[in-house]
């Protein structure tokens, strides 16, 4: 798409993220332990984690549609920006992303903190099955047999005290899973690329039509904040970061005032 060949910090982020990958496959070493990003309120959160989450990700899928979006890309923003300020550009927009989802993150499980002291304050099968529909539904009905036994026995002490065991082990799992990937970053390119070369036609391999930089982007972002509002169903992917990074590329390139080139 872009006719160049691979600019140096493309070159070595990818080799990075791949090797990176690739070391934690082959050796089964769990570096998300320690380098994930975790939640502000985990105990397992560090400041560093939010650079060094963005060189980890979670199966051969998810690096592969980053880093092959880097590639395509990277060269011609790398290209327009120069080495050092696309350098520049490509962490910000992975930080930037990074701490804006973990504050929304923040924001979301201060309410399912505050729903879990209600709940274990005085639990019952009503309030069990609201605070599994709003905070885990994707497990809702894997659990039906319980949420029936405890309907039929509402005082029993016994559903009682595995309600709010549950209850509360999902609060703190949510609290210490990690987000990981370049995604952020990648998404930071894409809005760059958008604005920078906005006319662009694009020939995308699950949609065979030529579609315009600016139209797929804009498309690509209406879908992540219809999916991150829940709109789509329960999901593993954090499309707040996504926009996050959108966000953080957009204001970047406006303050450094780069005018499109095509």
Do not use: C
């Not at 979301?108 to 309030?127: F, T, W």
């Not at 662009?200 to 065979?208: A, N």
């Not at 169903?233 to 996050?244: D, E, L, R, T, W």
Request: hydrophobic residues 50%; neutral net charge.
């Amino acid at each position: 798409m872009t006719g160049l060949g691979m600019t140096p910090v493309v070159r070595t982020l990818l080799i990075i993220n791949i090797g990176v990958f690739i070391f934690q496959a082959f050796l089964q070493i769990d570096v998300t332990y320690f380098f994930g990003l975790r939640n502000w309120n985990s105990p397992l959160f560090a400041p560093h984690q939010f650079v060094t989450y963005m060189f980890l990700h979670g199966g051969l899928g998810h690096i592969f549609g980053n880093m092959f979006a880097l590639f395509m890309f990277g060269p011609m923003l790398e290209y327009t920006l120069g080495t050092r300020r696309f350098l520049i550009f490509y962490m910000v927009a992975g930080i930037g992303a990074g701490v804006l989802n973990t504050a929304i993150n923040g924001w979301e499980l201060q309410g399912q903190q505050n729903a879990l002291a209600a709940y274990v304050k005085s639990p019952d099968p009503d309030g069990f099955v609201q605070y599994m529909h709003r905070y885990e539904p994707m497990h809702y009905n894997g659990n039906a047999k319980f949420l029936e036994a405890f309907a039929d026995n509402p005082k029993d002490p016994a559903y009682l005290s595995e309600s709010v065991k549950f209850a509360t082990d999902l609060y703190k799992s949510h609290v210490n899973t990690p987000t990981v990937g370049a995604s952020g970053a990648v998404f930071g390119l894409l809005i760059a690329f958008a604005l920078l070369f906005p006319n662009i036609e694009m020939m995308l391999l699950f949609f065979p039509v030529p579609i315009k930089a600016k139209y797929f982007v804009t498309l690509y972002l209406l879908y992540e904040i219809f999916a991150g509002l829940g709109y789509s169903g329960p999901s593993n992917v954090a499309h707040f970061a996504h926009i996050s990074g959108a966000l953080v590329g957009f204001l970047l390139i406006k303050y450094w005032k780069i005018e499109k080139k095509y």
